[in-house]
Structure formats: structure tokens, C-alpha cells
């Protein structure tokens, strides 16, 4: 299965469902907008894809607080779960 077919197959509502609950609860937590998150994701896909095959069904992005490494201080941080088929030569 290639990197264009998990763009256009055909996702069950459940799905669908799961991936706007996933945006609403990162764009809560990160005071940034669904539309903005999901722009993110499809320049994050775009990218790596150049480079490397990915599961880009599989993919998940998380903007999270963390604290400095001097401590006290929380600035966000930009997480993401990439799953790599393959790499491109």
C-alpha cells in the first residue's frame, strides 16, 4: 500500500470521529486551532514524504507543555509519532 493510497481510502465515521476528537483535545491543551493543527500535520506529511514512505493514517501530533531545562518555565513542545515504512534512496 502506498503513501497515496491511506490519502484516499475511504475512512469509517468512527475514524473520522476519532481523528476530530484527537485535534480538539491537542488544540485545547495547546490554545491553537483545529485548522492550524491540521494545516501542521499536512506540511509534516508532505515533507517526510519526500524522504520517506510513512503511514500517514498512523501518524499522530501532540502540542504538549514541558518545562526548560533551567527549570520553573513551561513553553510548548511539538510532539510527533511518525510511522516509517520505508526510506527512500
Known amino acids: 500500500m502506498g503513501f497515496f493510497d491511506n490519502l484516499f481510502r475511504k475512512k469509517s465515521s468512527g475514524d473520522v470521529a476519532k481523528d476530530r476528537l484527537k485535534l480538539l483535545l491537542v488544540s485545547d ?7 492550524l493543527m491540521e494545516l501542521i ?6 515533507v517526510i514524504s519526500k524522504y520517506m514512505e510513512i503511514d500517514a493514517s498512523g501518524l499522530d501530533i501532540q502540542i504538549t507543555q514541558t518545562e526548560t531545562e533551567e527549570g520553573g518555565d513551561k513553553v510548548p513542545a511539538l510532539y510527533a509519532n511518525i510511522p516509517i515504512k520505508d526510506i527512500r534512496k
Open 29 to 35: 491543551r495547546s490554545s491553537c486551532s483545529p485548522e
Open 41 to 46: 500535520k499536512n506540511d509534516i506529511i508532505e
